[in-house]
């Protein structure tokens, strides 16, 4: 799925008006549509832990579907009335060039969240069950699908944040109904009840909205950092560029992110402790060495200019900044580790705590750039973002001590 922002932003660097289109697409579209699912996220990590009979399974599934269609609403609230107009132009205050194409791609977006919660909590049941390999089949049908949709677009030369929008809300669609499909023979084998007290009422909702908050918080910082970049010097190239950045590291977090549910399915195993705890370690240093070899040799230039298709100012501009986020793919990888301790501690209010501690941390750096840097907003973004990621892993390993 990392590989995913990379290919959508090659796409649309090749089409007309790169730089709007990027902005409007990477800097505008797609951070306010993460924050507007935020909600669902920890569905994927709360379905691998609960979804373990049938009574949890339907009460988590009305959680899923009720979330899905309220989220929805307010997306579309969003996009189509003048609530649109006071988080872009007033508060985002991004150049007057994307708002419209900002507006459309969001529209155009509508299908995601709902797809997203759907496929997350029935990928955390076949997770939970054994069933990993389908998630990842799930994941090669929603690529061949948006890289199928990317290539269209390509072809009739359309906008990039149309291209760009489409080809994300039918690969999701695509990747949820098979999720669903694949769900189905583990659901009829589900028991009545299992070993563990289920979860029901408040203490769902203790263990769960801690959980909603963290991407919730997290993702909100994207807007926020839209809205400090296009304060700050260079802002068109550096939200044209943020996003191919930001994607090219996600690249690197994936398999971090994909490490937390693998931690909460397998902690109750006899020896595994000590095991993951290795493993954790392992996957921080060797993706920390690939972005290494990435961001401070020309393979970065060579990366930005022919594969991502930036012109030559712009891929400049992002092999500078590329190693000021070497610290984040590890950071992924370790917080998997916490987080993953946490969870299945059923202690998630830690989890809040730290991505408060991220959030804040990342505000007070953007907020220093605004008020006093001379550096572009991109490699203020980027230094913010790492020192965030940084600290919200330093409360984590304090908060799991013990566990």
């Given at each position: 799925m990392?590989?995913?922002?990379?290919?959508?932003?090659?796409?649309?660097?090749?089409?007309?008006?790169?730089?709007?289109?990027?902005?409007?697409?990477?800097?505008?579209?797609?951070?306010?549509?993460?924050?507007?699912?935020?909600?669902?996220?920890?569905?994927?990590?709360a379905s691998t832990e609960l979804s373990r009979d049938r009574v949890a399974f339907r009460a988590l599934r009305r959680v899923a579907h009720g979330l899905g269609l309220g989220l929805s609403l307010l997306h579309l609230l969003l996009a189509a009335t003048p609530l649109f107009d006071v988080v872009v132009r007033r508060v985002l205050d991004v150049p007057a060039a994307v708002l419209e194409p900002a507006r459309l791609g969001l529209?155009?977006?509508?299908?995601?969240?709902?797809?997203?919660?759907?496929?997350?909590?029935?990928?955390?049941?076949?997770?939970?069950?054994?069933?990993?390999?389908?998630?990842?089949?799930?994941?090669?049908?929603?690529?061949?699908?948006?890289?199928?949709?990317?290539?269209?677009?390509?072809?009739?030369?359309?906008?990039?944040?149309?291209?760009?929008?489409v080809a994300l809300s039918l690969g999701v669609m695509a990747e949820a109904l098979y999720a669903a499909w694949r769900a189905r023979e583990v659901v009829r084998a589900l028991p009545e009840h299992s070993e563990r007290?289920?979860?029901?009422?408040?203490?769902?909702?203790?263990?769960?909205?801690?959980?909603?908050?963290?991407?919730?918080?997290?993702?909100?910082?994207?807007?926020?950092?839209?809205?400090?970049?296009?304060?700050?010097?260079?802002?068109?190239?550096?939200?044209?560029?943020?996003?191919?950045?930001?994607?090219?590291?996600?690249?690197?977090?994936?398999?971090?992110?994909?490490?937390?549910?693998?931690?909460?399915?397998?902690?109750?195993?006899?020896?595994?402790?000590?095991?993951?705890?290795?493993?954790?370690l392992t996957l921080s240093l060797l993706v920390t060495a690939l972005l290494a070899l990435l961001s401070l040799t020309p393979l970065a230039e060579g990366w930005f200019s022919t594969v991502a298709g930036l012109s030559p100012s712009l891929a400049a501009m992002a092999g500078a900044a590329l190693w000021m986020a070497l610290p984040v793919p590890a950071t992924r990888v370790l917080q998997s580790w916490y987080q993953g301790l946490l969870v299945n501690a059923r202690r998630t209010r830690a989890i809040t705590e730290a991505v408060v501690v991220f959030g804040a941390t990342c505000g007070v750096v953007l907020a220093h750039g605004m008020r006093h840097g001379s550096s572009s907003g991109l490699a203020i973004a980027v230094v913010a973002f790492s020192l965030g990621r940084l600290t919200q892993t330093a409360w984590l390993a304090w908060r799991a001590r013990g566990l």
């Open positions: 990392g590989a995913e922002q990379p290919l959508v932003g090659a796409v649309v660097a090749r089409l007309a008006e790169p730089e709007v289109q990027l902005a409007a697409y990477g800097s505008v579209v797609y951070p306010l549509a993460l924050v507007v699912e935020a909600p669902v996220i920890m569905l994927l990590a529209l155009l977006l509508l299908p995601w969240t709902w797809s997203i919660a759907s496929r997350r909590f029935h990928q955390g049941l076949l997770i939970r069950h054994g069933r990993a390999r389908a998630v990842g089949v799930g994941t090669a049908v929603r690529l061949t699908v948006t890289s199928s949709t990317l290539g269209i677009g390509l072809g009739l030369a359309a906008p990039g944040v149309v291209v760009a929008s007290e289920p979860l029901r009422g408040r203490a769902f909702w203790r263990f769960y909205v801690p959980l909603a908050m963290t991407p919730l918080i997290t993702l909100a910082i994207l807007p926020f950092g839209t809205a400090a970049v296009a304060r700050m010097p260079q802002a068109l190239w550096s939200l044209a560029v943020w996003p191919v950045i930001s994607g090219l590291v996600f690249v690197l977090q994936s398999a971090g992110l994909a490490y937390n549910e693998v931690v909460v399915a397998l902690l109750d195993e006899p020896g595994a402790r000590a095991a993951l705890r290795r493993f954790s």
